[in-house]
Each structure stands twice: as structure tokens, then as C-alpha cells.
């Protein structure tokens, strides 16, 4: 079985500053895994995936995740957030068994002030 | 374009009555489901089916049914019996033959019980 936790529920971040969502999992097999976004009314779309090799993956509007299997953790940072980032977060993941079953952390709304 | 309908966006329906949901994907995805978002609780997965006229139980799976006909859809059916259905309802789909079970969400319907 595998489990996700989410340690913040929401983060309040000023405009351009660097924000940091913490996402550790659980998992007696290898895993994937996944950051999700949700803006309000929608459904979640894919913002990047660790499969394999660098552990560093980044997405295209600026986000990076790092997969660190020693403290089973896979962080979402961005060095600058804008309005736009406005969203909720989701972490998920998937074991490398295949299992047709993707487990998600309870979300992490992230809201950016001007 | 290809990807996942949900319709209606919104739902409004009386108490004790059965309602279904629709959800069709045009990506020629084998594997479908559907997944309940209550706010905070993120999302739990209801049924989910990885071939036509085959599905199985997720972890909520009372007082839903499903049905799975047709490669590309994939229908809901709250009942009577869910006791709290006033939710956001989400359907994804999945390529089976990936290991890693990406999977891509449509815009979801917003179900409310009066």
C-alpha cells in the first residue's frame, strides 16, 4: 500500500518570491511520481513526473521537483511565483508494479498575494 | 483535439433521486475512472475499469455504479443510497500499456444535492 502526505494545506506566498510544497510518500516498491495542478472549477491538470534518471525534473512555466528516495521525499519549488500560480498542488504516485491505481496527497492550495 | 468531456459542468438534483454523469475521452485510452473531491480530502478513487464491460470497486465505491460499454465512455451513476453526494466529480483515463499510469483529467462536474 502507499500513502501521500502533504505537509502544508495551504501556502501563502508574496508575488515573486520563492515557494517551496512539500510532498513525502510512502511505498514498499519503487514508485512514480507525479505534481498535479488544479486552478478553481477544474480539473487537474499534469505539471511534472518523475520516471526515471536525474532526479532534478522541472516543467515548462518554471516549477522543479526533486525525487529523493533517502527521505522519500519529491518537493515542488519555484524560484519566483506569479498571480498566475494561484492553484491547488496535488502529489501523487504510482508503484512500479503497474497497479492501474495513482494515489494523491490531500492537496496543497497555494495562494500568491500581490 | 483529443481529450476528456464531463457533462453537465453543474448538476443540481433533489434528494433520493438517481443522477448519472457523463464522461467520454476521444485519446483511444484502455483505462478510465472516476474519483470524488470533497474540499481538503483530495481525491478518492469511486470505480475504475481497465478494459470495456470490465471495472472494479475504488475505495468509495458505495452507492455509485458504473457501466463501460463503450471504449471511450465511461458513465456515473450516483444512487439514492449515496448518503452524501454533494461533491465534485472527476473522470480520467489512462494508456494501460504505460507502466506508469499517467493519467489526464477532464474539467469535472459539480454535483449538488438540495
Known amino acids: 500500500a502507499q500513502s501521500v502526505t502533504q505537509l502544508d494545506s495551504q501556502v501563502p506566498v508574496f508575488e515573486e518570491a520563492p515557494v517551496e510544497l512539500r510532498c513525502n510518500y510512502s511505498?514498499?516498491?519503487?514508485?512514480?511520481l507525479f505534481w498535479y495542478v488544479q486552478y478553481p472549477n477544474q480539473g487537474l491538470q499534469l505539471l511534472l513526473k518523475?520516471?526515471?534518471?536525474?532526479?532534478l525534473v522541472e516543467s515548462i512555466n518554471g516549477f522543479e521537483a526533486e525525487f529523493n528516495k533517502s527521505q522519500t521525499s519529491f518537493h515542488l519549488r519555484k524560484p519566483s511565483v506569479h498571480i498566475s500560480d494561484t492553484a491547488e498542488y496535488f502529489c501523487a504516485v504510482s508503484d512500479r508494479a503497474g497497479s492501474y491505481q495513482l494515489t494523491f496527497g490531500k492537496g496543497t492550495k497555494l495562494s500568491v498575494i500581490p | 483535439d483529443g481529450g476528456i468531456t464531463q457533462s453537465p459542468k453543474y448538476l443540481f438534483r433533489k434528494e433520493g433521486q438517481n443522477v448519472t454523469l457523463s464522461c467520454e475521452q476521444n485519446?483511444?485510452?484502455?483505462?478510465m475512472y472516476w474519483y470524488r473531491q470533497d474540499p481538503g480530502q483530495g481525491l478518492r478513487l469511486i470505480y475504475y475499469s481497465q478494459i470495456v464491460n470490465d471495472f472494479q470497486k475504488g475505495d468509495i465505491a458505495e452507492g455509485y455504479s458504473v457501466s463501460r460499454e463503450k471504449k471511450e465512455s465511461f458513465p456515473l451513476t450516483v444512487t439514492s443510497a449515496q448518503k452524501n453526494p454533494t461533491a465534485f466529480y472527476l473522470c480520467a483515463s489512462s494508456i494501460e500499456e504505460h507502466s506508469y499510469n499517467e493519467q489526464f483529467f477532464g474539467p469535472g462536474t459539480r454535483l449538488t444535492v438540495l
Open positions: 518523475y520516471l526515471s534518471g536525474s532526479t
Open positions: 511505498s514498499s516498491v519503487s514508485v512514480y
Open positions: 485519446l483511444n485510452h484502455d483505462a
